[in-house]
């Protein structure tokens, strides 16, 4: 009876998502006809909001209990995951499939609603109700797309003795965390979207409605970042292939809702602090969970062929593409509805901060569209009956040089001034930047004078941003400098260090690919790899073989190598698992291939200088804005506390 009651937990979620809807609908026009009950029918949409949540929350939970008990008369369970499998991954066998995972993206939905529901207070009366309205109607859509179309309770009759399993490239710890990460981010844009749409309909669009929106947008962006720098990461070690990022339609799918919540995130700030960019933030808004909606129909559709894209049933996709014209559709139309009642915002010159953010939001939107179009360009294509596909050259060449001028832009927009400041004073603070950049591309050209232009660029605008993003500290007292004023410290010197191992992996990364005996050595980069054994090793759910490989510098042994390839026997894969060793200026991969002729093995080898600064330049970006989020609340609760004015 537990997928029953997990079943009936998610209907009365639905049921109470409605009450929701109708609550919410019947506050807002009672409070503009001026009637009594307003304040009544906003109580009950908040305690319902949280109800909503919590049912939401159970049904995911019990599905959680269904996989870890393996209970194989479930069909969800039954198709993917095994009794003999680790807990770590029967739990994370609950979202990776596509039922399990469209349950959590509606669990997280209701636990924002929730969330908002508990803590928000800043928004007017009429707003909020709408903001609720908005999720508890995003909320709907979804829930029927579960009872209708993807039921992730459903029963097999008879049971199977057995489960088929998850593929193995899941089952590995970043994969278990990695999806409900980047959920979280997807929802958060949900959020925001919701607030736009509530704003939009009570005309409340100004800064009180931004300062609300922005701890949302922002938390989102932090999940966002994570659950990309943690995929990427993923992608390198465990997919055998040696890059971090390839340009694949899932992977774009996850991009594009960052490059839109970082133009959102700087827009809201200016609306939040400085009156402007009213339109245009509530159209990034928008376009931000347009971007989640894109990347879930891309991925949940079955129309793309990925170890992250779970369905293959064109019903389902077309039943996610309607959920998709419906809540973009509407929202633009009401967008175009009420444009005309957002009032301008306060006004500004071009060379100023808030000029800066524009252009940053314009130079985002254009890399959103180049890899929205790279990215759908082919499906339409196949739609018409022609095979291409778009790969990394395309992105490269189109959307590199736009990220290096964007790169200049994050350098200068902090050095700049509010409302209005001169291009001379600009150049003159930027001059310790100009010359960082200088003395890099000086450096790189004398000791690898056959690097690219490209990441000759990067690395030298990464220099130059690295000491821009620190010279809103120079002269400050460090130890009362606002918490927000260190995220974006850090958060822009995150930015630096990641673009600095990207163009360093692009520019000095060595390759070798050899077939050798036991005994053989192969040199790459600064490195000796002496091929010593070939064993058999075993696992948890798997066995498998494994070379040794002794590295060396200069004849002695600094450490071993120990990549393998696996057999899992349900389902039945084979997988290479790379083997890594990090070093302080970079990592030695390797990874092992099929037996050759004549007792050969089969080894490929990758020296990557300072690749890990790509993660590490993630990591800090998401620390810059845990660090802006805890700052900006610290302030609102101080200013509640103390009744200050915003």
């Known amino acids: 009876m537990i997928a029953e009651a997990g079943l009936a937990a998610l209907w009365l979620a639905a049921a109470v998502g409605l009450l929701q809807f109708a609550l919410a609908w019947a506050g807002v026009v009672s409070s503009r006809q001026g009637g009594d009950m307003g304040g009544l029918f906003l109580l009950a949409t908040r305690r319902v909001a949280i109800v909503q949540g919590l049912l939401g929350l159970l049904a995911f939970l019990i599905l959680i209990a269904l996989f870890v008990r393996s209970d194989m008369s479930v069909l969800l369970v039954a198709m993917n995951s095994h009794s003999a499998k680790p807990l770590l991954y029967k739990i994370a066998g609950a979202w990776g499939n596509h039922e399990g995972s469209m349950l959590l993206w509606v669990t997280v ?15 007017e009366a009429r707003t909020l109700a709408a903001t609720l309205g908005a999720q508890a109607l995003i909320a709907l859509g979804f829930y029927a797309f579960l009872l209708w179309a993807s039921n992730p309770f459903a029963r097999l009759d008879p049971a199977a003795p057995q489960g088929l399993g998850l593929n193995p490239l899941l089952q590995d710890p970043g994969l278990a965390f990695h999806p409900p990460t980047l959920y979280f981010g997807y929802v958060g844009l949900s959020v925001a979207f919701s607030f736009a749409v509530g704003a939009l309909v009570t005309r409340d669009v100004g800064p009180a409605f931004a300062r609300a929106m922005r701890p949302w947008v922002l938390a989102a962006w932090i999940f966002l970042t994570i659950g990309i720098t943690a995929g990427s990461y993923w992608a390198y070690y465990e997919l055998g292939w040696g890059g971090w990022w390839f340009w694949d339609p899932v992977e774009n799918a996850s991009l594009m809702p960052w490059l839109a919540a970082t133009a959102l995130l700087h827009s809201v700030t200016v ?124 992105f490269n060449k189109t959307a590199g040089p736009i990220a290096l001028a964007l790169v200049a832009a994050t350098a200068a927009g902090p050095l700049l001034r509010w409302r209005r400041d001169s291009s001379r004073a600009l150049a003159r ?26 990441p000759l660029l990067g690395i030298a605008l ?83 073989i494994e070379a040794r490989l002794n590295v060396d510098r200069g004849g002695d042994v600094l450490f071993q190598l120990t990549p393998q390839q696996r057999f899992f026997s ?77």
Do not use: C
């Open 570 to 646: 349900a389902p039945v894969t084979t997988t290479s698992e790379a083997s890594i060793a990090t070093l302080w200026n970079g990592q030695l991969y390797g990874v092992l291939g099929g037996s050759a002729e004549q007792g050969r093995w089969q080894l490929r080898l990758w020296w990557k200088p300072f690749v890990t600064l790509i993660w590490a330049g993630g990591g800090l970006i998401a620390l810059g804005g845990a660090l802006s989020l805890l700052g900006r609340v610290r302030r609102d609760w101080r200013r509640e506390r103390d009744g200050e004015p915003e």
């Open 109 to 123: 939905l209701g636990l924002a609603g929730a969330a908002i529901g508990l803590i928000e207070r800043r928004l």
């Open 462 to 544: 990464a220099a130059g941003l690295a000491v821009a993003s620190v010279a809103p500290l120079w002269k400050r007292n460090l130890r009362r400098t606002p918490l927000f004023t260190w995220g974006m410290v850090i958060g822009h010197l995150g930015v630096a260090v990641a673009i600095a191992g990207m163009a360093s992996d692009t520019a000095f990364t060595q390759e070798r690919l050899a077939a050798v005996r036991v005994g053989d050595a192969v040199e790459v980069g600064p490195f000796r790899v002496r091929l010593m054994e070939v064993r058999p090793a075993l696992g948890e759910n798997w066995s498998a």
């Open 429 to 454: 603070r930027m001059l310790p930047a100009i010359a960082a950049a200088v003395l890099a591309l000086a450096a790189v050209l004398l000791t690898a004078p056959a690097t690219g232009i490209m």
């Open 271 to 394: 609306l939040a602090t400085r009156d402007g960019l009213r339109a245009w933030t509530v159209m990034l808004a928008v376009v931000a969970f347009s971007m989640s909606m894109i990347g879930t129909f891309l991925v949940r559709s079955g129309i793309l062929t990925s170890v992250h894209a779970f369905a293959v049933d064109p019903e389902r996709g077309t039943f996610i593409l309607v959920l998709l014209a419906l809540y973009i559709g509407g929202a633009l139309a009401l967008f175009g509805a009420r444009i005309g009642t957002v009032k301008a915002g306060a006004t500004f010159e071009p060379v100023s901060r808030e000029g800066a953010l524009i252009l940053n939001n314009l130079l985002l939107s254009v890399i959103l569209g180049i890899v929205l179009i790279g990215t759908l360009y082919p499906l339409v294509a196949q739609a018409l009956g022609e095979q291409l596909s778009v790969g990394p050259p395309f």
